[in-house]
């Protein structure tokens, strides 16, 4: 991980926010507040701008550190609290100089604690965590030196653990208010964070011959 694979990540995700942006927003509204796609789009289009404005620094961790903090100002809700809090763990645990795979699956490990902690959810709750955990365990299984075996695992595991909160009734959010109405619906959290690790994939597919730098 260095500062081109966090920035590729960053602008990935971002792209992807915008193109599910309404299809998030369905699945929120469903259990939610409705606002999930609008909110997470408003706050990556600001990582964006910043990401494009010339002015970043060289250590990957700063990268995601600043991202972070863009995300919780201007992401509402919930989500902002979550995935800033993930970005500024993840940044925070990276190594300066940049990081190999074992060094960014900690990386992944410290964003996770961070969403747990903020959200005091656990696997099973139907949130974002039922599809984080499976993705870090899916990259820490796979890794082995090659991160873009590693982060497609990671993505396809996440993808599953979202399609898993279905059949779930939430025990956290707003959607635990609608009891066992809140079974049958994807959780949006859940869906966002598929788009996290796809993204991930993605910026990471061209540099997976030189493994995780």
Do not use: C
Not at 129 to 142: I, S
Request: net charge neutral; no cysteine.
């Amino acid at each position: 991980m260095d500062r081109a694979l966090a920035q590729s990540w960053l602008l990935a995700f971002e792209e992807a926010a915008l193109a599910e942006k309404d299809h998030l927003t369905t699945l929120d509204s469903a259990i939610g507040d409705g606002d999930h796609g609008v909110n997470l789009h408003r706050g990556l289009s600001r990582v964006r701008r910043w990401l494009e404005s010339g002015e970043i620094p060289d250590a990957p961790g700063e990268v995601l550190r600043e991202s972070g903090a863009l995300i919780r100002a201007h992401v509402g809700g919930a989500s902002g609290v979550l995935y800033g809090g993930a970005f500024t763990a993840m940044g925070t645990a990276l190594p300066v100089t940049g990081a190999d795979a074992a060094q960014f699956g900690d990386a992944l490990a410290a964003g996770l604690d961070a969403i747990v902690r903020l959200g005091a959810a656990a696997p099973g709750d139907k949130t974002m965590v039922d599809a984080f955990t499976p993705a870090l365990t899916a990259f820490r299984t796979v890794r082995a030196g090659n991160l873009g075996a590693a982060v497609s695992a990671a993505a396809s595991a996440a993808a599953a653990g979202a399609w898993s909160t279905i059949p779930m009734q939430a025990r956290k959010g707003r959607a635990s208010y609608l009891g066992h109405r809140s079974v049958g619906h994807m959780d949006p959290g859940a869906a966002s964070t598929t788009l996290l690790f796809r993204s991930l994939a993605r910026a990471a597919a061209p540099a997976s011959a030189r493994t995780a730098r």
